[in-house]
């Protein structure tokens, strides 16, 4: 991979880990600053603003990512305007969907609370194409500090009313407030992008937006549907626990954004390649970011499993029984997510088998998640969540490989993805008996991350050393 890639990867991954990190703290935060009823009816809001952001934006980023670099650059400014219509339109009708939602069950206890997260949502919708018009344009740098200021302004935006007020209809009044500073930002992308005189309305732009992203829009719900469900299976069955699960039913924000900005930063490339069907370009290109991030994903995501009970012992004021135990299951769905897959299938303008694989996702998730909250309660709904994602990842590689012409042996970097998982779960062992060697939460956490990082460095080098001897052999 060449320096740019690398820097381009980068930066697309540290706004996106600004993001996602953003909801893992907003969520530790505002748990000390609520009350426990406050949290758990801000936590069901929450999970509703989230699902309705990403079903209304209608997945339109991944379309800017590939409309965009197909254009003169002369029409860039009228597409984007083009793409905001659109998505002010699909905002009102999501915001109209939350207000009917609160009409049938009162899920946010009032009329002000319903209209301040249909709001917020309406004005965040639009913006959500922001990065992905840098990143189409190759400014990699400038998507990642447009992300990092957004995840400043939104722990700004509820942090505040949190900590003065400390109730649910505050906070989702700063999320309101957010979302027009979004919507501004945009706006400002917008005109700057706008080169030359204006041009025409582009023809067509809504329908071939509509027809490309429809597969894509549909397995995006379901994806963001497949988030959310287990919650709601919690909400409906342990319904005390909510507040609780919401906190532990989180990735880690590294294991969110590297798979994101290992594919984005390869899209362009996958896309050129596939329209000249160099498909052995292609599947290199696609490996080599993929081997790139397996060794980093994989320690990343056995670590955190390995910590998380001395985690939620010192940030949570009150740890739920077996929080600790999902957070460290959810961490562990990790390991295969070292790279983006959708993206080879959006390359190759497949859109069909991403909805067909998010569906299988989604479904398991329901059936496995009532499962298991019947068997095991929260810990068992977790359980339940990673094996529908255990399903869903071989069902996707199965049509990636199809794309490249090739097995599944061959259309994923097995060898590099098992080493380091067995780096990982030797360091993984090593910690947990070093951890018993102290007392007390803080003790365990530093001992057992010194531990699981000395040997799986030790790991790693011995095996290199080894591959580099057989080489020269």
Same mark, same amino acid.
């Given at each position: ?93 999501? =915001? ?25 949502? #309406? ?72 080169? +030359? ?20 829009? *549909? ?23 909510? +507040? ?29 390649? #596939?329209?000249? =069907? ?16 397996? #060794?980093?994903?994989?320690? *990343? ?13 010192? #940030? ?25 897959? +959708?993206? !080879? ?20 998730? *329901? ?11 929260? !810990? ?25 012409? !090739? ?23 090593? +910690? ?22 000395? *040997? ?18």
């Amino acid at each position: 991979m060449t320096n740019a890639l690398h820097r381009g990867i980068s930066w697309l991954a540290f706004g996106q880990g600004a993001v996602r990190g953003t909801q893992m703290i907003a969520a530790l935060v505002l748990v000390h600053l609520m009350p426990a009823h406050g949290w758990n009816t801000l936590a069901l809001a929450l999970s509703v603003y989230l699902v309705g952001v990403t079903i209304g934006s209608l997945n339109l980023e991944h379309s800017v990512l590939t409309f965009l670099p197909l254009f003169e650059e002369s029409k860039y400014g009228m597409f984007l305007v083009q793409t905001r219509r659109f998505l002010v339109t699909a905002g009102f009708g999501v =915001g109209a969907i939350v207000l009917g939602a609160q009409r049938a069950t009162d899920f946010v206890g009032g009329w002000t609370q319903a209209w301040l997260l249909a709001t917020a949502i #309406l004005l965040e919708i639009p913006a959500v194409v922001g990065a992905s018009v840098f990143v189409a344009r190759g400014q990699h740098r400038a998507a990642g500090l447009w992300d990092a200021a957004s995840a400043m302004t939104f722990l700004f935006a509820v942090f505040t009313p949190a900590f003065l007020v400390g109730s649910t209809t505050s906070v989702l009044w700063g999320l309101a407030g957010y979302g027009a500073a979004r919507f501004v930002g945009f706006a400002v992308v917008v005109q700057r992008v706008k080169t +030359g005189s204006p041009t025409e309305r582009i023809d067509n732009l809504l329908r071939r937006q509509i027809v490309f992203c429809a597969p894509l829009g *549909i397995s995006l719900a379901l994806g963001t549907l497949t988030r959310a469900v287990d919650k709601w299976i919690v909400a409906w069955n342990v319904p005390d626990a909510i +507040g609780a699960y919401a906190i532990a039913a989180q990735e880690v924000p590294l294991l969110a954004v590297l798979p994101y900005a290992g594919g984005a930063a390869v899209a362009a490339g996958l896309v050129r390649h #596939l329209d000249r =069907g160099e498909h052995g370009s292609a599947l290199e290109l696609w490996r080599g970011q993929a081997a790139t991030l397996c #060794l980093p994903v994989v320690l *990343i995501s056995v670590g955190t499993a390995l910590l998380a009970p001395e985690l939620f012992a010192l #940030l949570l004021p009150a740890p739920e029984r077996g929080a600790a135990m999902s957070f460290g299951v959810f961490s562990l769905i990790g390991v295969h997510r070292v790279t983006e897959y +959708g993206v !080879v299938l959006r390359a190759a303008n497949r859109n069909v088998h991403i909805v067909e694989s998010a569906a299988v996702v989604l479904i398991g998730c *329901i059936v496995f998640g009532f499962v298991g909250a019947r068997l095991g309660g929260i !810990v068992g709904v977790s359980v339940g969540t990673a094996l529908a994602f255990g399903v869903g990842w071989l069902a996707i590689l199965r049509r990636v490989a199809a794309v490249f012409g !090739v097995g599944i042996r061959a259309v994923f970097p097995w060898a590099m993805w098992f080493r380091a998982l067995n780096a990982a779960l030797t360091a993984f062992v090593g +910690g947990l008996v070093a951890g018993e060697l102290v007392e007390g939460d803080l003790a365990r956490l530093v001992v057992k991350l010194f531990a699981f990082a000395v *040997i799986a460095r030790m790991f790693m080098n011995t095996k290199v050393t080894r591959s580099s001897r057989l080489v020269a052999a």
